[in-house]
């Protein structure tokens, strides 16, 4: 016997017993000590039994009453109003039939006013496509003239940079995405994933 | 996608059934509560000793489970998951009423005899033989009994480890705690059973 046999069993070789899973040293062991052999037949006795307890039966008509609650939980989560959501609701209706009454107000004098609808509103149009068109002039302008313009450019003059550039990006979309979709969705709250 | 017979229910994997389930077949739903209803109502009967009251909470983890299916994450074991929440739902309750440990002969908190049966812990189903019945039926409730005096966390451990018979792993990751302490959990628990049961006995 070597010093080692000496120590008695840890909480892990018991288990390992247990389980039937145990080492030369642990049955060794057992064969030399009786302290711990008196355990690990008490154990093993107090497990058989642990095992032999049988499962409760819920009530017979278990399954019909989860589901009707279920689905009952499931329709008034869907039915909620919150407050503030009651409250928005006439605002959100009188400004949409604000809108389109105003709409339809300006469709049926256009209609009815032909001539003067296009006097007038085509100096607008005209100032308006005038000004985005500068708008759209000027970024362009202000972008080539930035420092990383140049160095893009170029990468992308070249197609196999620019397929690299596209899957590196991509890829970085999809990651960022699915990082994004697993944060959104966490189990229910009891779950402490 | 063809709607599975009962029979192919059966042969489905947890991570098969949920995927159903998420798609709102009321078929899968019942195949999950079919599966885990006496597991999830045993972990809670035998926490909470009060048999009602374990009604009302396996009902209420399976609504829970139910309503979130489409969060559930197929990496994790579905039945992690459903314990989890049983567990928990068991250990909330413990810690509002104050249901610490319990005897067997119903709850505390039942007044009239109608309640104390109601919340009376039954033991031992169908016997072989009289003898054996009455035999198995008092051992069991000798145990069913030193459970109950267990700390809760014990007693979830003991439960789903030798009950059950859930690995480490999975009852690590149940109760949210380190393998190591499940480890320590479970040896202090049985040598508490052992120590409580030979107190029963002399």
């Not at chain 1, 642990?26 to 355990?39: F, I, K, N, Q």
């Not at chain 1, 979709?181 to 229910?188: H, T």
């Not at chain 2, 926490?47 to 009902?59: H, K």
Request: charged fraction near 20%; proline fraction near 6%; include cysteine.
């Amino acid at each position: 016997m070597n010093s080692h046999d000496l120590q008695h069993l840890t909480a892990d070789e018991l288990d390992a017993f247990l389980t039937e899973s145990s080492s030369p040293r642990v049955l060794s062991h057992l064969g030399t000590c009786p302290t711990c052999a008196v355990m690990v037949e008490a154990d093993a006795r107090l497990v058989a039994a642990l095992a032999t307890l049988p499962y409760f039966n819920p009530p017979r008509d278990f399954e019909e009453r989860v589901l009707v609650a279920a689905s009952r939980a499931a329709s008034v989560r869907a039915s909620i109003i919150t407050p503030r959501a009651a409250a928005a609701r006439p605002r959100a209706l009188t400004a949409l039939v604000v809108a389109g009454a105003s709409m339809a107000a300006g469709f049926a004098w256009a209609t009815a006013h032909p001539a003067d609808a296009i006097r007038w509103s085509a100096p607008a149009f005209q100032q308006t496509g005038h000004a985005l068109w500068l708008s759209l002039q000027a970024a362009a302008t202000n972008a080539t003239a930035q420092p990383w313009f140049s160095p893009i450019r170029d990468s992308v003059a070249m197609p196999v940079r620019t397929l690299l550039l596209f899957i590196g990006g991509a890829g970085a979309y999809a990651i960022a995405l699915t990082g994004f979709r697993r944060l959104m969705a966490e189990p229910a709250t009891d779950a402490g994933w | 996608m063809t709607h599975p017979t009962p029979v192919e229910w059966a042969a489905l994997s947890d991570q098969d059934v949920v995927r159903h389930a998420a798609r709102g077949r009321e078929a899968a739903y019942r195949e999950l509560i079919r599966r885990y209803q006496r597991p999830v109502f045993s972990l809670i009967y035998r926490m909470v000793r009060d048999r009602e009251l374990a009604e009302d909470l396996a009902q209420e983890t399976f609504i829970k489970v139910l309503n979130a299916i489409d969060s559930y994450r197929p990496e994790y074991k579905f039945s992690s998951w459903i314990f989890k929440i049983a567990n928990n739902a068991a250990i909330d309750q413990l810690r509002r009423r104050g249901l610490d440990t319990l005897s067997l002969d119903g709850s505390p908190h039942a007044s009239t005899p109608d309640a104390i049966e109601a919340t009376t812990l039954q033991i031992g189903d169908s016997r072989e033989s009289q003898l054996e019945e009455v035999t198995s039926r008092e051992l069991g409730s000798q145990i069913e009994s030193a459970i109950g005096k267990l700390r809760p966390e014990y007693r979830s451990c003991i439960i789903l480890r030798h009950i059950d018979g859930r690995p480490y792993e999975e009852i690590a990751e149940i109760l949210g705690l380190p393998l190591g302490t499940v480890k320590t959990y479970i040896h202090r628990a049985r040598n508490e059973l052992r120590i409580l049961l030979q107190e029963t006995r002399e």
